[in-house]
C-alpha cells in the first residue's frame, strides 16, 4: 500500500514538497491549505504532469483535517515567510497561533505520523508543535540542520571549485544566525578542513567568510526574491528526512531534535546529527566537539532558549 504523505500548509515549499514527492513516488499526498484553492490548484497541477513525468501516485488538495487521517508523514509549512529585513525570529507570533491550530488538527486525525517541521523560526515552532500536540518527541522533528550544511557545503564547492559530493560537513544549533558550523567535522575529499587552511588551499578569511555567509543564507534569498523566502533546496530537505523514515535509511542527518541531556541540554529542540528510520529519530549522534565549537554551540543554545522564553511569554501554556 502506498504511504501517505500530509503537507499542512501550500505555499512555496508545501508546493515544491508535493512536486518533489511526486517525482520520488514516496507516497499519496494530501496537500492542506486554509486557502483551500492553492491546495487543490497545486495538487491538480502537479498531478496533470504526471503522463509526462511518469509518477503514479494520488494528489488532492483540502482545507478539511479529515482528508489528512491516518498519515505516515506530516510535513509542516503553514505560517508566513520572511519580509526582507526581518529576522526568523520576528515570525514568533504569527506563526506560533498557527501552529497551534496545526497541531490540534495533527493529533486529531494522525497522532501515529512521524511529522517534521519546517515553520519558522525553527526550532521554537517545532519545540511549540510538540508541545500542543502532545506527540512523541522522537516523531516530531525539525528541519534546518541539512538546509544549513547544505548551503554551507554548495559555497565551499564554489569556492574550492570542486564537487559537491567530495565535501562533507554540519551546520548545527539553531536554525538563526547562531548556528555553527562543525569546522573540526569538515572534510573535503577525506581530508579535515583546518588542513585546507594551514596549506593555504583555502584562506582562513575566505572560511570564515563563507561560515558567515552560511549563517545568513536565507536572508541573502530573502532580499534577492523581496516577496518571501527560500523554499527549494528547504523542501529538497525535507524530503530527505521523510524519505530516511519511509524507507528506513537510517540517515545520519542534522535536525532540530529534543534534546534528553546530549551535548550537556536538555528539555530543548536544537540541531544535531540524528538517526533518522522507521521509529522516526532512532538516535542523537554526540560528535566530539573542539572547545571552540563547543563554546559556540552553547551560545546558540542560549539563543534558542530566549526565544522560547519570548514564546512563553506569549503563551503561557507552553511553560
Ligand atoms: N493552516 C494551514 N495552512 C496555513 C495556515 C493554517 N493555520 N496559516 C497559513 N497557512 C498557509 C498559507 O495559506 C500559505 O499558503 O501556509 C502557507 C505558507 O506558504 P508561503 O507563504 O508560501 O510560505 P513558505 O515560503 O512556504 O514558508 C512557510 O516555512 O521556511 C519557513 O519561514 C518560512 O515560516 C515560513 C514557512
Redesign the pocket.
Known amino acids: 500500500m502506498k504511504k501517505k504523505i500530509t503537507l499542512?500548509?501550500?505555499?512555496?515549499?508545501?508546493g515544491t514538497l508535493a512536486h518533489l514527492i511526486a517525482l520520488k513516488e514516496l507516497g499519496n499526498v494530501v496537500l492542506?491549505?486554509?486557502?483551500a484553492g492553492?491546495a487543490k490548484g497545486k495538487a491538480l497541477d502537479i498531478a496533470q504532469s504526471s503522463p509526462v513525468n511518469k509518477f503514479n501516485i494520488d494528489l488532492i488538495g483540502t482545507d478539511n483535517y479529515e482528508d489528512t487521517k491516518n498519515s505516515d508523514v506530516i510535513i509542516v509549512?503553514?505560517?508566513?515567510?520572511?519580509k526582507p529585513g526581518m529576522t526568523?525570529d520576528d515570525?514568533l507570533g504569527i506563526?506560533l497561533k498557527?501552529i497551534k491550530?496545526?497541531a490540534e488538527g495533527i493529533k486529531k486525525t494522525s497522532p501515529d505520523a512521524f511529522v517534521i517541521c519546517?515553520?519558522?523560526p525553527l526550532d521554537v515552532i517545532v519545540m511549540a508543535l510538540q508541545k500542543y500536540s502532545g506527540m512523541p518527541k522522537n516523531k516530531i522533528v525539525g528541519m534546518a540542520g541539512i538546509l544549513d550544511s547544505s548551503r554551507f557545503i554548495y559555497f565551499l564547492s564554489q569556492e574550492l571549485k570542486l564537487p559537491v559530493q567530495k565535501i562533507k560537513s554540519f551546520v548545527l544549533g539553531g536554525h538563526g544566525d547562531s548556528m555553527v558550523a562543525m569546522l573540526g567535522s569538515t572534510e573535503v575529499d577525506g581530508k579535515k578542513i583546518k588542513e585546507l587552511v594551514k596549506e593555504g588551499i583555502i584562506q582562513k578569511e575566505k572560511l570564515e567568510e563563507i561560515v558567515e555567509r552560511t549563517k545568513k543564507g536565507g536572508a541573502e534569498i530573502v532580499k534577492f526574491l523581496e516577496k518571501?523566502?527560500a523554499?527549494y533546496a528547504?523542501a529538497a530537505s525535507g524530503v530527505e528526512m521523510a524519505e530516511s523514515y519511509l524507507k528506513d535509511l537510517k540517515k545520519q542527518l542534522p535536525c532540530a531534535a529534543y534534546l534528553t541531556g546530549e551535548y550537556g541540554f536538555k528539555e530543548i529542540y536544537a540541531g544535531v546529527p540524528v538517526i533518522i528510520g522507521k521509529s522516526g529519530v532512532e538516535k542523537i549522534v554526540e560528535l566530539d566537539l573542539t572547545d571552540e565549537e563547543n563554546s559556540n554551540f552553547s551560545k546558540s543554545i542560549d539563543a534558542v532558549k530566549q526565544l522560547f522564553d519570548a514564546a512563553k511569554k506569549i503563551d503561557p501554556k507552553l511553560a
Open positions: 499542512i500548509g501550500a505555499g512555496q515549499i508545501g492542506f491549505d486554509v486557502a492553492i509549512t503553514a505560517g508566513v515567510p520572511r526568523r515570525l506563526n498557527i491550530q496545526v519546517i515553520t519558522n518571501g523566502s523554499f528547504p
